[in-house]
Every structure is written in C-alpha cells, then in structure tokens.
C-alpha cells in the first residue's frame, strides 16, 4: 500500500514539473536553512574538538557576589585561590582542570606582527580537554613546579612563526610579549567557538603574567569538572556547593560587604547560556528560537498549504472513484500527508546536500577560526525530524479538504 | 470598480484566508527586517566625528605590580611622544573607540538629566583624534581651577541638557564645569547609536590604562615591536597589547552587520518562496476562470480590462493581508519598543508596503498578461 502512495505522488510529481519545481525549492530551501541552523547550533554546544568528553563535563565559569539588597553586584571568572580551596579538594569528581579566559599577546617575526590568543592552565586541562597532539608533548606538573619557561602552540601558529613548516618545532624557542619560551608540544588548532578551551598559545598557569596570585574569590580563571559519569552530576554539585556554603560571609571587596555568592558547577550547554541570559531569562532565549523555527517553517508551510489546496481539482476524479468504492475518509487523508511527507523527503535529500556544500564553504572562509561545522548523527536526525514535521506541517490541511470532499462533487467535476 | 472587486474577493473570503495569512506573516518579517535596516542606516549617514586612521590602542595591563605606577606610566607616556613616528599620543579610559568597554550613566545640569557614556581623556585627546570642538575649547591641565573640574561634552548632550543656551562656564553635576562642546563622537562605529557623551580630563593620580597613539603614515609593525620593548623595559612586569583602530572598527561593523545580513537572506529566502507559492496559485486561478474570461471579452471587456483586474484583485487579496500587518506593526511606535524612534519604525511600515506591494505585482503580471491573452472564441468552445 505504502508503494503504490509513493509512486502515485511520483506520478503526480511529473504531471507538472513547473508546480513540482515551485514545490522542491521551497522544501529544500526550508529545509536547508534549518539544516544549516542546527549544525551551527550543534556546532557550538555538543561534543566536538577539543572537547570530546564535554557531555561528561561540568562547567565553571563565574561567580557572582552580590550584597543582600542585590543592589550592588560583581561577575567575574574564578580566582586561583578559589579552585585550589573549593575545586580541585572535590572527592567526587574523576579530575578537575582549570585555565584563564582568552587573553592576547604580540609577537614579532621580522617587521610583522603575530597576534596570539594566549591562556594559562595547569596540567590537568589537558587531561579534562582531548587537545591532538602532532608534535611533543604536554607540560607536565614537573614542568610547572619548575617554573619553566614553556609553551604549547597550535599547529596554525607554527606555521606563521617558523619558516620551516616540516621540521619540528618541539625545543625551538619563540618570543611572545618580549619573553622568550620554549614550545614543548604542537596541537591541532581548535575553533574559536570553543570558549573555554580556544587558544593559540598555552602557557602554565603559574607564570607571573597570568594573575594566579590574586588574593579574593574572583580572578580570571575559569575550571572543568570531569565527572566519572553522567550520573555523578548530582553528588559533584551537591559537593561543591557544601563547599562554597562553608566560605564565611559576608565578603569585603572595594570597600563593599558581600553576602550572597553565587557559583554554579553546570553543563555547558547550561552555562553558556546562564552566561548570556542570567536570571530566568533563559526561558526568552527557548520563545525566542521556537519563533523563529515557527517563522522559517510556517511561512514556507502556509505557502504549500495553499499551492496544494489550489491543486485539489486536479485529484478530484481518482478521490471520487476511491470514494464510490468505499475508501474511508482517513484512508484518503492518510495517503496525502504520506505523499506529502514523500516528497518532503525528496526535497530534504536535496537540502542535505545543498547544506553540505554550504557548511564546506563556511569552513574555509574563515568567518570563525578553525571552524568545524560537521553534519553528524544528531544533526541528521534533528534534521529528518524537521523533515517529518514540515511535510505533517504542509499536508494536513490539504489531506483533510480532500478527503471530505464529496463524492458527487468529485465525480461531477471531472 | 475598486469596490467591485472588495466584493468579488469578500464573497470568497474563506477561499482567500490562507492567502492573507500569508501575506500577513511576510508582512510581519518583512517589518522585522527593514526596521533593522532602517535602524542602521539612519545612524550610517550620521558622521562618525573623529578620525581613526592610523591610530593605534595601546592596552597596558600592570598584571600584579603595584609599585610606582603613575611614575611608569608617566614614563612609558613620554617616551612614546618622544618617537618621530608619533604624531601624538593621549591617555584614556578603557572604552576607547571601537573597544567593546562601555562606560554610562546619567549626566545632570540642574533638573534635567540625560543618559549617556562617560569617557576620560587628556588634553592631547583631539589632537591624536583630529577633533574640532565646536564651541569652546577642549580642556587643559590648566583648566583645573578650585574645586571645578573642565569637563567636555558633545552636541547631543548639549541640546539634551541646554537646549539653546550656551552651555560654556556652566556647572553640570556637582563640580564638571563645561568648557567645550564637540559634535558627533560615536564611539562604537558608524553603525552605533548617535548618543550624549561627557569627557573628563583625565586626573594624573587615577590609573587608566590605555594609551592612543596617532602615527605617521607607513609605520609598520617593527615600530611597534620597538615600541613594545621600550616599555616592558620600564615596567618589566606589564604586558602591552597593540590593536589598530581599523581593524576594531572593522570588529564592530561585523557585530553591527553580521546579524543583519543573516536575517536578510532568510528574509530573502521567505519573499522568493512566497512570490513562487503566489505565482502558481494564480496560474491555476486563471485556468479554472477561463469562461469568465471569455465571456467578458465577449461582452467588450479589452485585454487591459482583464489585466487590471487580475493584478487588482490580488492588490484587494494584499491589501487585506497589509492591514492587519499594520495594526501589529503600529505598536512598536506607539509603545515606543526598544526605545527606538518612531520614525525608524514608520519608515519600515513605508518601506515594508512598498516592497510587499512590489512583490504581488510582480507575481501577478505575468498570469494577468496571459489571461488577457485569452481569446473568447477558445475559452467558450470549451464549454
């Protein structure tokens, strides 16, 4: 049964190629532009390089002090102090790895000028992140007791800064800020998107430059939580947040009291957009995205809706002749929405390639560094469940007005 | 005639919802859009006030020192000036232009009160910025007499605060004197609001740590690692960024114009679907009103006649879908959302029905000119 729906919609499709053309572009470029969307969405919030384990991570970002009126408030990433009280003595976590927001630095090179995105971390961060390394290897906590003078550099700063590309870079040393390191290990660039993980140069974190010493809760460090499982989540939180209880209050900063801290262990997911959305507005950010799905979907679906209905004489003699035989009403307007779904599919399939050239362009333009916007499982899923719901979306008005039409008008007609 | 076709489309109505809900929605977006643009272009053509060419920022973080900071920096500010690359260099607070630092508040003169963005700067300020107060003078050291201290404020503060009085010698806040107005000063690039702003002279024992630095033209980048060097040599522990005022204002201009080139070619997207979905309903509108036609041009109607009434009834069929896009539309203005001028917003309605109408058109023509092209003889010996 299921066949025959489908090659008749085919039939259908060739009658009029002019229709069936105004049809499939509006599908696929619905589609595509939904396509497009959730591979940036994903793109920026799941699991990816160098951040593979970020399902199985915590997030820490900020912490806020406010005083008790909530009329004066401070937001700012962590102090070193901090995550050496109240992070790293958590037992339930499998590791803990910290490092500094994004910070900039110069370097020369012959009359040019290399700007660097640089960040401090400590020996864990490589261990919490899955940074490849192509050259060398990480700074160990050796290294770092030792105060040296060491550096891992991406890929894409070894080939600006030394001439060689094919020899190792491991031992060279490099002038950042007018001081001179020695690169230990060379990593695959990441994308710029990664927030917390994005860098061009890592130093460790106890190099004078990086502020580790600042005295208070509130620095620029920022930390991940690698948990054993997904299920330890709770206990971490409920861990850290017995720690954070025990601080004694009230904080004195710029001659202001303090009384209420407020420090979250999230996902990333969470803390991406507590960051950009604090205090319950989260809940705009979700009306807001369901908006615009709504539009991106309605406008096109409203579209079909009416080329569909404006084409049901066309089918009026096979809906009369099925009538007269006894077909119910359901069975007609399931056969529509299959064949609309059908031909959804159609349309889809070609927005998935239209999407794969375009997310390949995005790529190597460079309009995010190092980017790596990817079709994989969950987006093709996400996108054929959009799939469904646009062709649901654009055939059930048109299923139902067909199915109820009468049969003497469906036979008189034709 | 207008009101014929009112009725021929109203006896339909149920038959046309859709259309108008289409038309309504694209409507809808259509507004959304051009306010947009229409919100950036107005602030476009308003001059940016200051020059930014050859100007560097020079970011100085003093990381954990704390010793003898304003001696460094008085050092590290003359040495700079001493370069012959250096045409001039001025002290200022972190929300330099193009910076993603903001800095605001009110700003008081008696009763009235407007917001706008504090800066601080030094007497050399104008001179790396290649600003001509307008009235007055731009302040000096010299200026700080008493307890007064000069202040200096821009054209939109001006008439938010004085109106047409002079403002020059007048006392803002509690102790700002004014000693100079200057005109636009829009900090955050072309794209950015046109907004009120006050300068502070900057006070010797504050620490701000941003340094402007106006260069010679051709001064590369061996310069600035000089330039680099020099001052880590004074103050060993800081760290020197160098950002070129271009490059930050390209920044904001993507900021500003990224996210309206996205939602115009979704919008693009949305009108080139809808214009095809209406170009295929009114072929198979026409053929399904061949007799009508036929019998009209029988009755002496001409091809024009036909024409007209085609494009007219999907102008009647627009029309309706409009009104109610306006009714939703007309709120923003009169609830004054976002804090935006109306006459952004009513720009956009103007803009908005334009292109709308433009689009039918241009849908319709083409199946009008073919029904007119109906010969009464073929279309009646079907029957």
Redesign the interface.
Known sequence: MLFNYIKIAWKVLLRHPFYTFITLFGITLTLTVLMVLTSFIDHLLGSHYPEYKRDKSLYIMNLTIQDSARSSMNNSPLSYNFIKEHIQKLKTPEKVGFSTFVSFANSYLNGKKIKLNTKFCDANFWEVTDYEFLEGKPFNEQNIANGEHVVVITDAIKKQYFEDETASAVGKSIEIDNEKFRVIGVVKAAPVTRLMTFSDVFFPYNLPKSNYQTAGLQGNFTAIVLAKSKSDFKAIQEEFNASVNRIPLPIALYGQKYDVIEVRAQTYTDTVLHTFMSGGREIYFYIGIVFILLILMGLPAINLVNLNVSRIMERASEIGIRKAFGAPSSALAWQFIIENIFITMIGGSFALILTLIIISIFNDSGLILHADLSINFSVFGVSLLVCLVFGLLSGVVPALRMSKMKVIDALKSS | MLSHLFKLIWNKKRHHT??M??IW??FL?LFGVMSLISYNFKNYVEPIGFEYENVWALDLNK??DTTAIADKLHIILQKIRSYPEVEAASRMSSNSPFSFNTSNGSINYKKTSVHGDYYDADDAFIHTLGIKPILGTWFSQSDVVAKFKPVVINQQAKEGLFGEINPIGKIIGDNQKVVGVIGNFKAKGEFSDNRPCIFNLIDDKYIFNKVLIKVKPGT???F??KL??EI?SVAK?W????SYLTDQRQNQHNLALVPVIVFLI?TV??L???A??L???L???IA?RREEIGVRRAMGATAGNIKIQFVGEMWVIATFGVLIGILFAVQFPLLNVFNIEASIYWMAIGLSIVVLYGIVTLCAYHPSRQAANIQPAMALHEQ
């Open positions: 859709l259309l809900v289409e929605v694209s977006v990381n954990q590369d980048a061996n600035e690692a680099t060097k880590a522990e760290t020197t960024e160098v979704i997207f949305l080139v679907n809808v095809m979905g170009f295929g309903i072929n198979l509108n399904k």
